[in-house]
């Protein structure tokens, strides 16, 4: 808990510095990639500092936290958290990253700000960043832990077993120990790091959700080609091969109870869908579950077979999909975008969300509308998300 003296410095400033944010976070990172490299090239994401959308997640994040300060929203502070740790463990960052961070942000601040920093300033955010810090190193750890590992040591080689072509610019592989023994179960929607060797020199690393039943012996990624990793693994990556991959983390659960369950999926984001109804089909679930899903097309959907079989094997599943362009071809699926006005949703309904940000908050919004409680819908990104106090897309 950060002290009255503090909450009162943050509420006058906050102001101030929210503004400056957007010059703030790119100092910090040129300041801490100038120091350290080899933070650029081997553990951020070095294409969303390029276009910019990294430093305007971490700003989010600052606010975000700050406010809570001041507005206290425990179910906000934990989504915000819980969030922001699944991702550093999957990543294996640890404690001591912390202090490297502080370092060049604070200098950032400082540069920006200049006179308005005087030391009670700097004393308030300073306890405020490392108040963050520690709720986040502590949190992470409990992850490491619940996960069987060290702080750090989540990184294992695995083979490619087997390489399926899913769609034109989608490829699964099947992931298998080294050694031959099954690898560890999962928790459905969860997701791994997998990290490349390019030819730069540089070692970057994506996110890919698991598909399949959690007690397989292998794990079961799809890749769309998109990006230089993605790139990487089309082109490189063939039965035989080694990757280095992630324990798994990730928040996206399904939940406990009856409730009647809305799985609503973009493009590749149909993977983490996938694993969800993959676990709910291999339970006998018997709740009644809607999946949405949209596509550019049929001929360019990922998994569209596999996505039908499964909902088709749920006692109460149904299944509606919208394509971006393509015409009717009489299977029910509408033309154009996904639209949640004619679709009946209960408000007790639990909303698990999965696909790039835009696709996350047209959804959502159509929910609210539908008087469906925040607090009932959940989502996996594709991609950095910007956080925001009393929204989650």
């Known amino acids: 808990m950060i002290s009255e003296q503090t909450r009162e410095v943050l509420t006058a400033t906050l102001p101030a510095v929210e503004g400056a944010l957007d010059d703030i976070t790119p100092r910090f990172y040129d300041k801490m990639f100038t120091k350290h490299p ?5 553990l951020f994401n070095r294409t969303n500092q390029q276009i910019g959308t990294q430093p305007k997640v971490l700003a989010g ?11 206290p929203d425990p179910a906000q502070q934990r989504f915000i958290i819980d969030r922001i740790a699944h991702k550093h463990t999957s990543l294996g960052i640890t404690a001591d990253q912390y202090a490297i961070v502080h370092e060049h942000l604070f200098a950032a601040i400082v540069e920006v700000l200049g006179a308005a920093v005087t030391p009670e300033v700097a004393a308030a955010w300073d306890e405020l960043y490392w108040e963050m810090a520690n709720v986040l190193i502590t949190k992470e750890n409990e992850l490491y832990s619940q996960a069987g590992v ?15 072509q899913v769609a034109p610019d989608a490829v699964s592989f099947s992931l298998a120990a080294t050694d031959g ?23 970057q690393i994506r996110q890919y959700s698991l598909i399949g039943t959690t007690d397989e012996p292998v ?14 693994l089309h082109e490189r990556a063939f039965e035989g091969d080694t990757l280095t991959v992630s324990t798994p983390f990730g928040d996206l659960a399904l939940p406990e109870g009856d409730a009647p369950l809305l799985l609503a999926s973009a493009g590749i984001g149909c993977t983490p869908v996938i694993g969800l109804l993959s676990h709910l089909v291999s339970t006998g679930d018997q709740r009644p579950v809607q999946v949405l899903h949209a ?9 569209r077979g596999e996505l039908a079989a499964l909902v088709e094997q749920l006692p109460n599943g149904s299944l509606h999909q919208w394509y971006e362009k393509g015409v009717d071809a009489g299977d029910g699926a509408s033309i154009g975008m996904m639209d949640l006005e004619e679709v009946p949703v209960a408000p ?14 047209a959804i959502r919004g159509g929910l609210l509308d539908k008087d469906v409680p925040e607090s009932r819908i959940h989502y996996e990104t594709f991609g950095p998300e910007l956080l925001r106090v009393g929204g989650r897309a």
């Open 181 to 203: 023994a099954p690898l560890p179960s999962f928790t459905p929607g969860q997701y791994i790091s997998v990290q490349v060797p390019l030819d730069d020199g540089a070692h």
């Open 150 to 164: 060290a702080p750090g040591e989540v990184w294992r080689s695995v083979v490619v077993a087997e390489r399926r």
């Open 61 to 71: 994040s600052i606010a975000a936290f700050a406010r809570l300060q001041l507005h």
């Open 295 to 303: 596509d550019r097309s049929r001929a360019r959907q990922p998994h």
């Open 219 to 232: 794990w079961r990624i799809s890749v769309k080609l998109d990006g230089e990793v993605s790139t990487w």
């Open 38 to 42: 080899e933070l650029l090239n081997d």
């Open 348 to 361: 007790e309904t639990v909303a698990l969300l999965c696909g790039p940000a835009g696709f996350l908050g």
